[in-house]
Every structure is written in structure tokens, then in C-alpha cells.
């Protein structure tokens, strides 16, 4: 969830954070875990092709995710890690108003490996929103960042108590590595 260069790097107003950064670094081998598994990846960024087009945020610099520019593109250590599909969201859950659930329905998942930015914001929204349609949730806390560490560890917290099982990295490549191993996958 928006592992883009707006939220990750420090040239942009709402980039640089250090716990995002080590979520990325954190991501890019769970990925590679899943794609050797033959598991579907889906990431996302938010932007909007018009400044109209964003909705009431409360946030200045989101106005500026606009669709072409470099604050929109995928962290390139994400990138590289070749996610199968990347969607352009605008509100911020990864669910709201785009294909992620279908897709996921189509390739029979049931169940999701939440990463991302902000802890606090997209990422909470998008578990609350994977669970509401019915998939189990995990979300490796390592792998998730947020601006402030009290709100990262908070809404973990709360998210564990109430729709998901927070989990490490590590935990979440072994358990994709042990369904890989049953399912016979190479």
C-alpha cells in the first residue's frame, strides 16, 4: 500500500520517514517469497489525474500525487521486485474503488499480507476493509511504517485486537514458503 517515492523519499513534503524506509526494505523479500510462490502481488499508489479529482483530505502535499509525476511512482526497490499489478487509488484503502478484491477473488485468495504506508492511515484503512470483504488479514509490523511511532504501534495494536494477526516478516516468508512447499510449487 502507496510504496511510492512521494511517501518514501525525502525530497517529497511527506517523504522521508526512516520506519517507512525500513518497510520497504522489509517488503522486497516478502515479495520475492510470494512471486516464487506463484501468489499474486498487488501494489498500489495514490494519486489523482486532476487535483479535482482528490477527494477532501486534509493534507496539502496529497493534492501534488498527480498521475505522471515521479511522487507517484513506485519506490523503485518495490518496483523491482515487479509486483504483478499496481493500482492507482484516491481514497485510502487499496479496496476502496478498485479491482484489488476482484482480482483477489479471481486467483481464489483467502487470505492477505497487508504492507505499506502510513500504519496509521492507508494501511489500517486497508485492512479494515480487506477483513470487512471476508479475507483473513496478517499484517507483518515490520513491513509497515508510519511518520510517528506511538501511532504506528497503537493502531498495530488495535488492529491485531480486532481484524488481523500481526506478524513479522519473517514469520510471513515462512508461512509462504510452507504453502509453496504443500502446494507443490517449485
Given at each position: 500500500v502507496d510504496f511510492q517515492r512521494g511517501f518514501i523519499e525525502p525530497a517529497f513534503p511527506m517523504g522521508g520517514a526512516p520506519m517507512v524506509d525500513a518497510a520497504v526494505r522489509n517488503t522486497v523479500p516478502l515479495i520475492e517469497a510470494?512471486?516464487?510462490?506463484?501468489?499474486?502481488?498487488?501494489?498500489?499508489?495514490?494519486?489523482?489525474?486532476?487535483?479535482?479529482?482528490?477527494?477532501?483530505?486534509?493534507?496539502?502535499?496529497?493534492?501534488d500525487l498527480l498521475a505522471g509525476t515521479p511522487s507517484v511512482e513506485l519506490d523503485p526497490r518495490?518496483?523491482?521486485?515487479?509486483?504483478?499489478?499496481?493500482?492507482?487509488?484516491?481514497?485510502?484503502?487499496?479496496?476502496?474503488?478498485?479491482?484489488?478484491?476482484?482480482?483477489?477473488?479471481?486467483?481464489r485468495v483467502d487470505t492477505v499480507i497487508v504492507t505499506g504506508c502510513i500504519t496509521s492511515g492507508c494501511v489500517?484503512?486497508?485492512?479494515?476493509?480487506?477483513?470487512?470483504?471476508?479475507?483473513?488479514?496478517?499484517?507483518?509490523?515490520?513491513?509497515v511504517g508510519d511518520h510517528d511511532q506511538a501511532a504506528h504501534d497503537?493502531?498495530?495494536?488495535?488492529?491485531?485486537r480486532r481484524y488481523a494477526d500481526v506478524i513479522d516478516g519473517a514469520t510471513a516468508i515462512a508461512a509462504i514458503e510452507a504453502w509453496r512447499q504443500a502446494n507443490d510449487r517449485p
Open positions: 510470494a512471486k516464487r510462490a506463484g501468489l499474486p502481488v498487488i501494489a498500489c499508489v495514490n494519486g489523482y489525474f486532476s487535483a479535482r479529482a482528490a477527494p477532501h483530505w486534509k493534507a496539502d502535499p496529497v493534492f518495490i518496483a523491482a521486485a515487479a509486483p504483478d499489478v499496481v493500482l492507482m487509488k484516491s481514497a485510502p484503502s487499496i479496496f476502496f474503488a478498485t479491482p484489488a478484491a476482484s482480482i483477489l477473488t479471481k486467483e489500517r484503512a486497508s485492512v479494515i476493509d480487506a477483513f470487512s470483504l471476508g479475507f483473513r488479514v496478517m499484517v507483518p509490523g515490520d513491513c497503537q493502531n498495530l495494536l488495535d488492529v491485531d
